[in-house]
């Protein structure tokens, strides 16, 4: 459980500087606490840096030269409890996700998004 008085943490995960600029700023503006990651390489050694886990994981899988899909199973396995949001340019049914993002997107649809898996599963 994430302790309220703490701003949630998102970690950037996105090769495109001007789409991780646009989301930095996106969610630092409401209150969000980012770490970017440019590259599968720097995000697993942000997860590694971190003392808790990232409240949402925001994954591009369209990283250049990899298969951001490819990350979400270890982020599982790393972080079980870090909810995972991928931004894509194409329909994405199939994978371990906690929601998607389509691209382009608004600074709201942003904030929305990341709200929507933020909040407690409905029983």
């Not at 209150?31 to 591009?60: H, Q, W």
């Not at 199939?94 to 382009?104: A, F, I, N, S």
């Not at 904030?111 to 407690?120: D, G, I, Y």
Request: aromatic letters at 4%.
């Amino acid at each position: 459980m994430t302790d309220p008085m703490l701003p949630q943490t998102v970690l950037v995960v996105e090769d495109e500087p001007m789409i991780r600029m646009i989301a930095r700023v996106g969610l630092t503006g409401a209150g969000y606490a980012i770490t970017e990651a440019a590259n599968s390489v720097e995000s697993l050694a942000a997860l590694l840096r971190t003392a808790k886990p990232f409240d949402v994981i925001l994954l591009d899988l369209g990283l250049a030269g990899e298969d951001g899909a490819a990350l979400i199973p270890e982020f599982r396995t790393r972080t079980p409890s870090t909810r995972i949001l991928v931004v894509s340019g194409a329909p994405q049914d199939d994978l371990d996700t906690d929601g998607v993002l389509g691209k382009p997107f608004t600074r709201v649809q942003l904030l929305e998004a990341v709200a929507r898996v933020l909040r407690p599963p409905q029983n």
